[in-house]
Structures are given as C-alpha cells and as structure tokens.
C-alpha cells in the first residue's frame, strides 16, 4: 500500500515592506494573498484526513499550515528551512541579477551556492534525511507538508531521480500543491498546481524573476 504526500509551497510573502526595506526571511508572514492562496488550497483538500502535518517552523509555512488544516497539530521541522541565502550586499553588483535569475535554472551542480549562501548540496545534507525519517515512520498514512519552494525542489528531484540531483525547472507557485505518494518507490503524480491559478495564466515568470523584478523596484 502507498501512502500520500501533499507537498505544499507556502502561500506568498513579501520580502520588502512598504518603504522599500528588505524584511528578514526568518520572519515575514503572509500576505493577503498568501492567505487567500492558504483558503484555497484548504477547500481543495477539504475532507482529506490528515494524519501528520509538517512545516519548516518559518512563520510563513505555519501560518499557512494553520489555515489548510485549523484542527491538525503542526510538527516543526527546522531541518526543511528554506536554502540560506547571504546578504545581498555580499554579492558583487554586477552578478547580482545572474544570481537571482539563474538560482534555479536547469540541473543545479551541488557545489552552487543560492544567493551566496548555502550550497545547493548543503541543502540535500539536510533535507533527503529528513524525508527519510518521515518516510520510515510507518504510523501515519497522509501527510501535508508545508515548505518552500527551494526545499520542494530538492524533495522532487530526489523522488523522480533518488540521487543529489537538484531540477531547478520545478517551478512552485506560492500556495501551490504537489501530490506523491511512496511505497516501494516514489510516485509523483501531481506537480505545481496552483489553486488560484490553476493553469498559470497570471504569469510566465519565475518566482526568483519575480523577486529580482520587486528588488529592483525598491532600489
């Protein structure tokens, strides 16, 4: 028997606040739309019985934990932070735009560094353990874990390709869910959809253009 995954990417943030000043990542909390995105993603999954529901304890994942699933009880896993950027002053102007843009373009080598910070192998240290351990906790039998977009890439490459191979194409809209399933094997039968958006039209960017466009405004 296989059990059930929701990987969910938190609903959306904003990481300046209305003077143009960067917020810390560690603590920005939703939007209104990130909420709207949470409520959405909720009646999807209205009436799934939800036996274990995990986020990474950034507010930005429990707070849209709290709305997807009000009754469950959320276990905090700080091993599922989103990938450590450094600041930004740290990195060269004129590299600045490459870094935001090209963070997650195509195969990723391990030793890439996101926004200077964390490696791309850094991350897989932490997380594929991690999944492990849930996974090997043979108790429950769906899961909705909330986490970030970076994270969620890292957990679908290893379940299509079960090496530290990390697919930057995964793109994860805020809010969106992805669907797995593990057994024997890892099934990924539903990547990226977005409850408020079903079929993407509200834009062909990236979620990294998006934030280099909204850093650029605010300089």
Known sequence: MRRRIYL?????????????????????SLTDEGRAQAAAAAEVLAGVELDR????????????????????????WPALQEIKGARLSSIPADELEDAFVHAFRGVVPNDQRFLGGETIGELFDRVI??????????????????????VNRAILSHALIGERMFLGPFE???GCLNVLDVGNEWIVRAVNVAPTDLVHSTTRLTTMERYWREYRRQQ
């Open 129 to 150: 353990p991690a999944i492990g351990e849930i996974v090997e906790d043979g108790t429950w039998d769906t899961a909705l874990l909330v986490l970030h977009g970076g």
């Open 172 to 174: 994860q809209a805020p």
């Open 53 to 76: 529901v995990i986020v990474s304890g950034l507010p930005r994942t429990t707070e849209t934990a709290a709305i997807v699933a009000p009754e469950a009880t959320i276990e905090h």
């Open 8 to 28: 969910m990417r938190h609903g959306a943030v904003a990481y300046f606040d209305r003077d143009g000043r960067p917020v810390d990542p560690d603590t920005v």
